[in-house]
């Protein structure tokens, strides 16, 4: 039998169809409606200019108020974070500084003291020159670091033909210096031999020219209060009965440094060139090597054996004193002297 088609199935299905139809329908019919009314012209917004009530303006004011409140705090904390940043950072400066400046201080103060150190571990051997004769005075001043090394027992002894020095330094300091004419010769004619040579001839001419009693206040207002000019000078061989010519260590070396202080004017600059061309090199020059500049005068007299002078080497330049009395061996002393003056020129 052939299969057949239930009529209610087919009633069934209409209606299907036509609620289908009436949904689409209704949809489309919202659609419009929806375009309809969002097209229509919008009326325009009213701008409304309101009067401030009390009220309103009360609370403008606060409000303002506040707002100028908040933004002075602001401010006044932005300004002291800035002052504290500013403190911070100077704080940070001053200590940097202070740091800097510490070390410095420490810097200066390990320098200071290894210095001192140094002053005080190196010494000059003085030794084998307090032994060459009965007395000996020594002093060696070096002018760059202003170290001294002596005997530190300054006192009155025989000067010899140290004396000298002084003689030249009181003729010098006379009106027309240099130029003097003393028994037709001028004054740097008796000066020469008489330092350069030990010429005993020069030395009495000046001696009787200036007189004794000048000389000696002359010494004396110059500070140089061991010094004296008893007697006119006599030939080396000759025993001395009355009384003598003195200095002493103290004055000899106050006297070289002035000589080389005011070596460039005068009248220290013609006794510094009269001094370096001294011919009698046994003591303090002996052993010095030859190129060494040295401005220096002997001294010698029965059992005494003197050298004083400058050393001007160029890099430690010194003045250097050796006085002695009581000498029983001349070579022993002046060898003495010699190493003595030698070892000064090694010390830096």
């Known amino acids: 039998m052939g299969k057949h088609t239930d009529p209610n199935e087919k009633s069934k299905g209409k209606y299907v169809v036509i609620g289908l139809a009436a949904l689409l329908l209704a949809g489309g019919a919202y659609f419009g409606v929806t375009r309809v009314f969002n097209n229509s012209p919008e009326k325009p917004k009213e701008t409304v200019t309101a009067k401030d009530t009390p009220s309103s303006s009360k609370e403008k004011t606060a409000s303002s108020s506040k707002k100028k409140a908040v933004k002075k705090k602001t401010t006044t904390s932005s300004t002291k974070k800035a002052k504290k940043k500013k403190t911070t950072e100077s704080s940070k400066k001053k200590k940097t500084k202070e740091s800097s400046t510490s070390k410095k201080q420490e810097s200066s103060e390990k320098k200071a003291s290894t210095k001192a150190k140094k002053k005080t571990t190196v010494n000059l051997d003085a030794a084998a020159l307090t032994q060459s004769a009965g007395k000996v005075y020594y002093d060696v001043y070096y002018f760059k670091d202003k170290q001294d090394f002596s005997s530190k027992n300054s006192e009155q002894t025989v000067a010899a033909n140290v004396i000298e020095l002084f003689i030249m330094d009181y003729a010098l300091a006379q009106n027309d210096g240099g130029n003097q004419v003393i028994q037709d010769k001028k004054l740097t004619e008796w000066l020469t031999p008489m330092i350069q040579q030990n010429d005993i001839n020069a030395t009495n001419v000046l001696i009787d020219h200036y007189g004794m009693d000048k000389l000696n206040e002359y010494f004396k207002a110059q500070g140089y209060p061991d010094t004296q000019i008893n007697r006119r000078m006599v030939d080396i061989n000759v025993r001395i009965t009355e009384d003598d010519n003195y200095t002493s260590l103290n004055d000899c070396m106050k006297l070289l440094k002035k000589i080389y202080d005011n070596r460039e004017t005068e009248p220290q600059k013609t006794m510094l060139e009269i001094l370096k061309g001294q011919v009698i090199r046994t003591k303090i020059p002996q052993k010095l090597p030859e190129n060494t500049a040295v401005a220096n005068i002997t001294?010698?007299?029965?059992?005494?054996?003197?050298?004083?002078?400058?050393?001007?080497?160029?890099?430690?330049?010194?003045?250097?004193?050796?006085?002695?009395?009581?000498?029983?061996d001349i070579v022993k002393t002046r060898t003495a002297i010699a190493d003595f003056s030698l070892a000064a020129t090694k010390l830096k």
């Open 299 to 328: 001294g010698e007299q029965q059992n005494v054996e003197n050298d004083i002078g400058l050393v001007l080497s160029e890099d430690n330049p010194f003045a250097i004193v050796v006085l002695t009395k009581e000498v029983t």
